[in-house]
């Protein structure tokens, strides 16, 4: 099925490209580019698949914090962690 440019209306070619978020860098991506404009797109199932690598990486490297959850009366509170709290 073809993929056509937003912007110029003409049929995008498939190409690769090199996907960089952060210092995280995924190749060979499979992408459509507009021989017009230049203007690139990724269908749905490769947007969605990038975007879970790319979460499931950050979740690797974000900071873990351990909170205890504490019951006063007939609430429950949840202390957090100096660094989110604006002073």
């Known amino acids: 099925m073809p993929v056509y440019c937003t ?3 003409v049929e995008m070619e498939k190409t690769k490209i090199n996907v ?11 992408a459509y580019k507009c021989p017009q404009c230049g203007e690139g797109v990724l269908d749905i199932d490769t947007a969605s698949q990038l975007e879970r690598e790319f979460g499931l990486r950050d979740q690797e490297n974000s900071t873990k914090y351990e909170l205890k959850l504490l019951k006063e009366g007939a609430n429950y509170l949840l202390p957090l962690p100096k660094e ?3 002073k």
Request: with cysteine; charged share 30%.
């Open 7 to 9: 912007i110029c209306d």
């Open 20 to 30: 960089k978020r952060g210092n995280i860098m995924l190749l060979d991506i499979e």
């Open 84 to 86: 989110f709290v604006n």
